[in-house]
């Protein structure tokens, strides 16, 4: 079956930078029917979806407004993973960051189906 | 941007009751609408999608319906494992909006 294992710091400076990676299992990133999704929850915003990559014969991104200059989520179809850079973080951005797959495919349901985990980032000198 | 609300934020009840949750979107989102289920320390897990559609493995007393912007989760016969907070989510637009959320906790 399909699973999703994070892995990352739990404690960034603020200023620096937030990189999670995504290793993905039972599924491909580079998927023509996927599309690979970080979501993040805090006390104050709630379940907040943050950016997705997916391949259509090539690739694509799509980032919330409220991060997109600050952003980069990338694929490594090496590793099958997928990844997250946050810049210049502040405390507004701890919060616990979770990975998640959406499957449009025949079989799919167009929701987040599989999720990895979840990592607790605390922002923080 | 679309707004996603429920009602209500928490409710107290019993085993074996039947317990229903509201979603309203904002705008119309016809019946791009889950439903996800989120115990303490995990990740959200997906209920309902397509807002009536169940998902595989989720137990049957879990229903949704509604389209346009009016939703509910019903559960017929809540059991102990499903004391949790539910959200509903539209996937509509691009932003992907989660409403903030129902708890449902023991009376």
């Known amino acids: 079956q399909v699973q999703l294992q994070q892995s990352g710091p739990g404690l960034v400076k603020p200023s620096q930078t937030l990189s999670l990676t995504c290793d993905i299992s039972?599924?491909?990133?580079?998927?023509?029917?996927?599309?690979w999704n970080w979501i993040r929850q805090s006390p104050s915003r709630g379940l907040e979806w943050l950016g997705r990559t997916y391949y259509r014969s090539k690739w694509f991104n799509d980032y919330a407004v409220s991060v997109k200059s600050r952003i980069t989520i990338n694929p490594d179809t090496s590793k099958n993973l997928v990844s997250l850079q946050l810049n210049s973080v502040t405390p507004e951005d701890t919060a616990v960051y979770f990975c998640a797959r959406v499957d449009l495919g025949p079989e799919g349901n167009g929701a987040f189906d599989i999720w990895g985990q979840g990592t607790m980032v605390t922002v923080s000198s | 941007d679309i707004q996603m609300t429920q009602s209500p934020s928490s409710l107290s009840a019993s085993v074996g009751d039947r317990v229903t949750i509201t979603c309203r979107a904002s705008?119309?989102?016809?019946?791009?609408l889950n439903w996800y289920q989120q115990k303490p320390g995990k990740a959200p897990k997906l209920l309902i999608y397509?807002?009536?559609s169940l998902q595989s493995g989720v137990p049957s007393r879990f229903s949704g319906s509604g389209s346009g912007t009016d939703f509910t989760l019903t559960i017929s016969s809540l059991q102990p494992e499903d004391f949790a907070t539910y959200y509903c989510?539209?996937?509509?637009?691009?932003?992907?909006?989660f409403g903030p959320g129902t708890r449902v906790d023991i009376k």
């Open positions: 039972g599924d491909s990133v580079s998927s023509n029917s996927a599309t």
């Open positions: 397509a807002a009536s």
């Open positions: 989510q539209e996937s509509y637009s691009i932003l992907f909006t």
């Open positions: 705008q119309s989102i016809t019946s791009y």
